[in-house]
């Protein structure tokens, strides 16, 4: 908690990612030789080598890549349990390092906050969290490429990811060497706080494979990958045959394997660790994947953005944040739903500072009987745009209907749209005539909704889900509504 009682979390990026940003090119910086930029630079410009000769010219920068990984993970580890000072001392001063880069050196910021009449040195401590402007997606997304990026980025040093672009255009997020690393580490650290250890295996399902790094092809915590794509039956007879210790995949994704599971009747060796994540896991998902899977899955939030910051506590008490790597705020009193914020406190190529996530979530004050001392979010619900707005300003958000239609097992799939402020209109896939179906959901949307709603139920062959892309199982027409944030009890 900050002095005004409200709630936040964060982590301190290393010397060596500060340092990052003004990274241009080794000689430029005056990075000395053994520095593993260096090393990286030259062994990307290893042209006229042998492949063989290419990889040991890599060796050392991967060597010091995994090195300073392994760091940032124990070192996010360790942070579970600092003092609440410590934690707040920390947050502030990388707070601080961050805003007077972002303002020093990247033309997207300093245009921002021009124009807002705020300065870096107006904050003092995390009690003036409020005086930096927010960055919106859609300001993120009107700005041109060189306006994002730190001055003198080294494009040959960097890659780049997409978001889903499921409520509009993807948003093309550039990180550099130091960012990726971060970035791993942020997720990397997540999995050993539920017990992960370098030598499992690890099964990840995924529209777009990641990268493979070096010390998963030695054979430390080795990595398979699968395609969404594929039919479920495959990923179960691939989780048969190589009995994973630890599955990663999202909520949806998880279903399907259960699913496939289950009516192949494939014996399965239970792994010992279920990552659920890209959508909200619903309790009946919850229960369904471990009752077949046998092992009960745990929810982590993240953004690709700024990787994953939000996981379950084993104990069911809600999320711990990720405090040593993220600022998070949520812009409303605890348990009550309020617009999710997150500052990325490693990241210098494309900075993300008070990030308005467009997700709803609520905040928990209380202590976790686990021991951790990170803040907490009791729930994450979701976005804005996946929600239905009541006519006294409620919302329902995906999670409410979810409860509703999952007990339906013969709906493949389901979609809410809101057309007016009174009216719903509900379609559904189900592969062959139930008898009574459209009746039991009628009469669970009548006992769930409050008076005055209306709904209509169609029947569809199929809902199209745009590629790459989460579905957007609720929708709106109305647009979204930031003041009206209070969610309809279920
Ligand atoms: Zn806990």
């Known amino acids: 908690m900050d002095p005004q009682g409200r709630w936040v979390s964060i982590l301190a990026p290393s010397r060596l990612q500060r340092r990052r940003a003004c990274v241009h090119s080794g000689l430029e910086s005056g990075i000395q030789p053994m ?32 090195w300073m990984t392994y760091r940032l993970i124990k070192r996010g580890l360790a942070s579970s349990h600092w003092s609440a000072e410590h934690l707040r001392r920390t947050q502030e001063r990388a707070l601080r390092d961050l805003l007077v880069h972002a303002y020093s050196h990247v033309p997207l910021y300093r245009s921002l906050y021009d124009d807002a009449g705020f300065r870096p040195e107006h904050v003092r401590s995390l009690a003036d969290l409020d005086a930096i402007p927010i960055l919106t997606k859609d300001r993120l997304k009107s ?66 494979f990641g990268e493979t790094f070096f010390v998963q092809r030695i054979g430390i915590a080795p990595k398979d990958w699968m395609s969404i794509l594929d039919p479920p039956e495959s990923w179960a007879a691939r989780v048969a045959e190589t009995r994973p210790d630890v599955i990663v995949a999202g909520a949806g994704t998880l279903h399907a394997l259960a699913e496939a599971v289950e009516s192949l009747g494939t014996m399965l060796h239970p792994p010992r660790l279920i990552i659920s994540d890209s959508e909200t896991l619903s309790a009946a998902t919850r229960s369904f994947v471990r009752r077949v899977l046998g092992s009960t899955p745990i929810d982590v939030y993240g953004l690709v953005e700024v990787s994953n910051f939000a996981w379950e506590c084993e104990r069911g008490q809600g999320f711990h944040v990720s405090a040593d790597s993220h600022i998070v705020e949520v812009a409303a009193p605890p348990k009550t739903p309020g617009p999710l914020i997150v500052t990325a406190l490693g990241m210098r190529t494309m900075p993300i500072i008070r990030y308005d996530t467009g997700d709803f979530a609520e905040q928990d004050v209380t202590a976790c009987p686990c021991g951790r ?65 459209i009746e039991h959901i009628e009469a669970d949307l009548t006992k769930a909704l409050p008076a005055g709603m209306t709904w209509t139920i169609e029947r569809v062959d199929h809902i199209p889900v745009p590629a790459g892309a989460k579905t957007r199982m609720v929708t709106s027409q109305l647009g979204t509504d930031r003041q009206s944030t209070e969610e309809y009890p279920s």
């Open 35 to 66: 520095n593993p930029m260096f090393l990286s630079t030259i062994s990307q410009a290893g042209a006229g080598l042998s492949a063989r000769q290419r990889t040991a010219a890599r060796m050392p920068a991967a060597c010091w890549d995994g």
């Open 143 to 208: 700005a041109a490429p060189h306006e994002m990026l730190s001055d003198g980025t080294d494009a040959g040093d960097c890659t780049s990811v997409h978001t889903s672009g499921s409520t509009g255009s993807p948003l093309r997020i550039v990180l550099g060497t130091g960012d990726r690393r971060w970035q791993r580490a942020a997720a990397w650290r997540i999995l050993f706080e539920h017990g992960f250890r370098w030598t499992d295996r690890t099964m990840e399902i995924r529209m777009t």
């Open 373 to 437: 001392r990170m803040p907490r979010l009791s729930r994450i619900l979701g976005r804005a745009v996946d929600s239905v707005r009541l006519p006294d300003g409620r919302r329902l958000f995906w999670p409410f209907f979810h409860e509703i239609l999952a007990r339906h097992r013969q709906l493949r799939q389901w979609r809410v749209i809101q057309e007016t402020l009174r009216s719903l209109r509900l379609q559904i896939v189900a592969p062959t005539r139930h008898d009574g179906l």
